[in-house]
Nanobody
Framework: QVQLVESGGGLVQAGGSLRLSCAAS????????MGWFRQAPGKEREFVAA????????VYVDFVKGRFSISRDNAKNTLYLQMNSLKPEDTAVYYC??????????????WGQGTQVTVSS
């Protein structure tokens, strides 16, 4: 049974940083591409970033380029999202996902429970 557990969210002032983590179990983590999505209140869930199985290829949505960095530690079965220069519009619940299609940015089947990120102005 695939389990994804996000952590690291919280309340931060604009311009601040947070590092999200996603601990994965029940799968061969190093064989799967991974990604992050987010959902703000009243909005649809949207793609944020994705990374291939090795960590060598990353893809970002335009509005986070240069501010967010996705990475992974296959030895620890953990996915990360380093978020810098946070803006109030980054406020959302952030979810990790397995088997994100980097080309289409379409999500895979499995989701975590999400972690809340709130950026105050």
């Amino acid at each position: 049974q695939v389990q994804l557990v996000e952590s690291g969210g919280g309340l931060v002032q604009a311009g601040g940083s947070l590092r999200l983590s996603c601990a994965a179990s029940g799968l061969s983590f190093s064989s799967h591409s991974m990604g992050w999505f987010r959902q703000a209140p009243g909005k649809e869930r949207e793609f944020v970033a994705a990374i291939d199985w090795s960590g060598g290829i990353t893809v970002y949505v335009d509005f986070v380029k240069g501010r967010f960095s996705i990475s992974r530690d296959n030895a620890k079965n953990t996915l990360y999202l380093q978020m810098n220069s946070l803006k109030p519009e980054d406020t959302a619940v952030y979810y990790c996902n397995v088997d994100v299609n980097r080309a289409t940015r379409k999500a895979g089947q499995y989701w975590g429970q999400g972690t809340q990120v709130t950026v105050s102005s």
